[in-house]
């Protein structure tokens, strides 16, 4: 834990290296921050005193051409001291992960935990070894070790590991070059011929994955082994391909919906979830069909629904699956009673008793809503 006054040292050092680079480049801190993160307050947090994580640090200093600083009171990712964590903070193995085209590795190799960086926030991260020569040209070789984050939504650029759904489960490591609410675009390269190493692009439906989790962090070299220096592995990567980082696709609950009606999908930025306290794999989109909850939401309109949040707290606005279509409503309990309400005039209320209050199945809790917006000509 940083003092107050190493917390000052650091931001100001931060402030400064920042906005030099902005200075010579001749670029807005608003537009820096947009680029790297989708909003516009990073570099402004930085001027305030605040310190960012680590990867962001990584993520700004990649896009304006800053060196990384070696100085430890950065917790540097790149100094082996920063491996010294806490007793019992251990990165579990998840077995090989291959980069290469000639298909996935089996996650079943099992070696020992390593200790956990002091700079990995996750407690869910787990580490992978490599095989293979597909993600050389992405920084990764085989032997190397990588880092992998689930409490983290891949944004596109990164870096993925990822699992298949089918019985075997096997693994690889690709580059996320396109991410839509259906399918992943990936990217590796081929074997070396004549010196030289072409990529090659492969597209894979997101049903058939059981996992897809970025790749934070890539070590060389052997842990605890003595004579063996470990050395982080920058991502090669620099910012400009940096730009559509950050944003979560979110699909349409009801598949039945045409995408004539609503989106199928929407971008959300990972920050404004996580801000509001949702996780990038527990929200969906329900587009409002009818006018019973209008003029609160209008008929047409598309609601961010989350789907951890079932339990009925106060009177809140739910998505439910009720005689086979998906609604959203007005929820109350009134003791152990359903009470279902819409706002507008010709909605009617529905009280539900105990006994047959599995007719409706409770979705999630909205907490966002849109709509187009007419213009008369």
């Known amino acids: 834990m940083l003092t107050a006054e190493q917390s000052k040292v650091i931001s100001s050092e931060l402030s400064e290296l920042v906005n ?8 807005s801190a608003r537009a820096v921050s947009i680029e790297v993160v989708g909003h516009d307050g ?20 990649d896009f304006l051409g800053i060196d990384l600083p070696s100085n430890k009171k950065f917790g540097s990712i790149s100094d082996p001291a920063s491996l010294n964590s806490s007793k019992n903070q251990t990165l579990p193995h998840h077995g090989m992960a291959t980069c290469s085209t000639q298909g996935w590795a089996d996650d079943n190799i099992q070696r020992e935990p390593i200790s956990r960086p002091t700079w990995v926030a996750d407690d869910s ?27 983290r939504a891949p944004r596109v650029g990164d870096r993925v590991w990822m699992k298949e759904a089918s019985s075997d489960g096997r693994v690889a490591i690709k580059r996320l070059t396109r991410l839509t609410a259906d399918r992943a675009y990936l990217r590796g390269w081929l074997p070396p011929l004549n010196g030289v190493q072409n990529s090659f692009d492969e597209e894979r439906p ?42 979560v696709p979110v699909s349409l609950l009801d598949a039945g919906r045409s995408g004539k ?22 929200v969906a989109l329900v587009g409002m069909a009818d006018d019973h909850m209008s003029p609160a939401i209008p008929k047409g309109a598309v609601t961010l629904v989350d789907l951890g949040k079932r339990k009925i707290e106060g009177k809140g606005i739910y ?27 010709n909605s009617e209320s529905v009280l539900i ?4 209050r599995g ?12 709509n187009s917006v007419s213009i008369e000509k």
């Open 359 to 370: 007719t409706v199945e409770i979705l999630g809790r909205v907490v966002w809503s849109g």
């Open 353 to 356: 008793p105990k006994p047959q």
């Open 206 to 247: 997101l049903a058939g994955l059981a996992a897809m989790h970025p790749i934070i962090g890539v070590y060389r070299g052997q842990f605890g082994k003595k004579g063996v220096d470990v050395e982080y592995v920058h991502d090669p990567r620099k910012g400009s391909d940096a730009r559509q980082d950050g944003l």
């Open 125 to 151: 991260a787990f580490w992978v070894s490599t095989t293979g020569t597909s993600m050389v040209q992405e920084g990764i070789r085989a032997g190397d070790f990588c880092i992998t984050s689930p409490g």
């Open 261 to 282: 009606d609503f989106p199928v999908a929407m971008g959300f930025s990972d920050d404004w979830l996580s801000t509001h306290g949702l996780k990038f794999d527990q």
């Open 42 to 61: 990073l570099i402004r947090d930085i001027r305030a005193g605040r310190i960012p994580s680590y990867d962001r640090i990584v993520t700004l200093f």
């Open 20 to 27: 030099r680079a902005l200075e010579v480049q001749g670029i």
């Open 319 to 345: 998505a439910i699956r009720k005689g086979g279509s998906v609604q959203v409503r007005r929820l109350e309990l009134i003791g152990e009673t359903l009470l279902i309400t819409g706002d507008s005039d």
